[in-house]
C-alpha cells in the first residue's frame, strides 16, 4: 500500500535557498576570498538563533548565512545557511530555544508545509539515532531519516504506539513509509519490520511477521478480517492476533 501524503509540495521555498546559497557561493568564488575573508558572515547571526548556531557546530556545521534573520509563521524567525541547514525559532516552542533543521528531514519537512503544517515547529535539532539514522521532533509528530529508508514523518496515535515500541531501536525499526489513510478513516504506516495500522474503533496495532504477512494477503484491512483488535500475543504454542472479523493464527512448523 503506498503512501498518502496529506500536504502539497513547497517546492518554492526550497528553490529559494538553492538560489540564495548558489548566489553567496557565487559571490565568494568571484571575489576570490582568503579563508580569513571567507571566515566572515555575508549576514548577521544574533539572539537565539546564533545561540543555537554556536551550539550545534558553527561556521564549521553550518557554513555562511546565506540571508538575514527573516520572519516565520505565528511570531516565529529563521535563516537559512549554505550547508543545507536553517535554524527556526518561536517563543512558545522549546522554552525559547531555536532548533536547527537541515539535508532530508528538512526537505520531508518542507514537503508537509514546513512551520505552516501539521508538524510546526521543531523542538529538538537534528540528533543522531542509536542505530545509523537521524531525526528531528516537532510540535506535532517527528520525522526520522536512515540511509535505507529515507526521511518518514510519524505523528498521532500511530507515532506514539511506536514509541512504546522503543522507536527504530524495537523490532518495527525505521519507518518505511509516510502515514497513509485507510478504511473509513483509518490510518496505517509501514515500518522495516512491521506496520501499525490505527482506527476510531480498534486504536492504534501493531501487525508483523507470519500474521501481518496473512492479513496482507486477504487484502489488508479491506478484506474479511477488518482491522486488528489486539496486539499479537501466545496461543496454543504459536501465536494469534484478533481481528474484527476474525483471528489469524500461526504456529512454528515441526
Known amino acids: 500500500m503506498s ?44 539572539g537565539a538563533i546564533r545561540v543555537e548556531y554556536d551550539e550545534a557546530g558553527g561556521a564549521g556545521f553550518f557554513g555562511l548565512a546565506v540571508n538575514p534573520e527573516s520572519d516565520a509563521s505565528r511570531g516565529g524567525r529563521h535563516q537559512e545557511f549554505e550547508k543545507d541547514s536553517s535554524i527556526y525559532w518561536h517563543p512558545l516552542v522549546s522554552d525559547g530555544h531555536a532548533n536547527q533543521i537541515g539535508g532530508a528531514i528538512r526537505a520531508k519537512w518542507d514537503d508537509l508545509g514546513a512551520e505552516d503544517g501539521a508538524l510546526r515547529y521543531p523542538t529538538t535539532r537534528e540528533l543522531a539515532t542509536r542505530k545509523p539514522g537521524r531525526f528531528n ?17 510519524t505523528w498521532g496515535a500511530i507515532r506514539d504506539k511506536w514509541a512504546t515500541l522503543s522507536w527504530e531501536d524495537g523490532r518495527l525499526g525505521f519507518p518505511a513509509t509516510d502515514e497513509f489513510r485507510a478504511k473509513n478513516n483509518g490510518a496505517g504506516q509501514h515500518f522495516e519490520g512491521g506496520s501499525i495500522y490505527w482506527s476510531a474503533d480498534t486504536g492504534a496495532r501493531v501487525i508483523v511477521g507470519a500474521i501481518r ?27 494469534a492476533q484478533d481481528f474484527q472479523g476474525g483471528r489469524i493464527e500461526w504456529r512454528p512448523p515441526r
Do not use: M
Open 137 to 153: 521532533h516537532f510540535e506535532g509528530g517527528t520525522i526520522h531519516w536512515s540511509r535505507a529508508t529515507g526521511a518518514h514523518n
Open 3 to 46: 503512501p498518502d501524503p496529506r500536504y502539497p509540495k513547497n517546492g518554492r521555498r526550497r528553490a529559494a535557498r538553492i538560489v540564495r546559497a548558489a548566489t553567496v557561493l557565487a559571490a565568494l568564488t568571484t571575489l576570490c576570498l582568503s579563508t580569513t575573508q571567507a571566515s566572515a558572515q555575508p549576514y548577521p547571526i544574533y
Open 213 to 239: 504477512d496473512i492479513w496482507a494477503g486477504q487484502n489488508w484491512e479491506n478484506g474479511r478480517y477488518g482491522y486488528p483488535i489486539s496486539d499479537e500475543y501466545d496461543y496454543n504454542g504459536g501465536r
